[in-house]
């Protein structure tokens, strides 16, 4: 697909904050996030994060920001539940640009990142109403393995 070709995956940087708070509250106002998307949060939780593993963005050719993934290595104990050492996926790709390969996309950066990581498994940890995001990672290897309180959770078991 010709867009897709324009689209260019690289690690997010602290100054991609301010657009990618914006992105984040595109999806809000798409109805498809409900959770903080200032700056603060996206340095905190995605660029910064002292726990992750990697954070990707995909960007327009032009330099506009169409999507970000981010990985974080769990502590035992999390409160998800979810097994220590394990990467722990997070996914938000624009409405303007959903269903071009953007996710797909950031998906194989992310997936190298994991593998030189040594991590052995990813989680992705998706509402149980929210269709898409179990369409996307089913579609990018992912399977269902438990189902806690209202969500689906889906693991990636890396060939270490
Ligand atoms: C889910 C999301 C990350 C998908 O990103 P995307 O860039 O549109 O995905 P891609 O274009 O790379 O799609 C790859 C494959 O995923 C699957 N997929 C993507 N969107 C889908 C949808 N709405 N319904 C069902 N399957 C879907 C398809 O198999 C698709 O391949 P195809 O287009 O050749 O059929 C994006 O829609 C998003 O950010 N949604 C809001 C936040 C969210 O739900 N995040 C994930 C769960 S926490």
Known sequence: MA???????????????????????????????????????????????????????????????????????????????????WGFIGTHVSPKAARRGVGAGLFRATREAALRAGVPAIEAYIGAANSEGQGYYEAMGFRTWRTPDGSVCKRYDLDL
Do not use: W
């Open 3 to 85: 867009e897709t070709a324009l689209v260019s995956i690289r690690r997010a940087v602290p100054a991609d904050a301010p657009a990618l708070s914006r992105l984040l509250q595109d999806l809000v106002a798409a109805g498809k996030r409900s959770v903080r998307s200032d700056e603060e949060f996206v340095l905190t939780h995605y660029v910064q994060n002292p726990e992750g593993v990697c954070c990707f963005v995909a960007e327009d050719a032009d330099g506009t920001l169409l999507g970000l993934q981010s990985m974080k290595r769990t502590l035992e104990g999390n409160a998800y539940g979810t097994p220590g050492g």
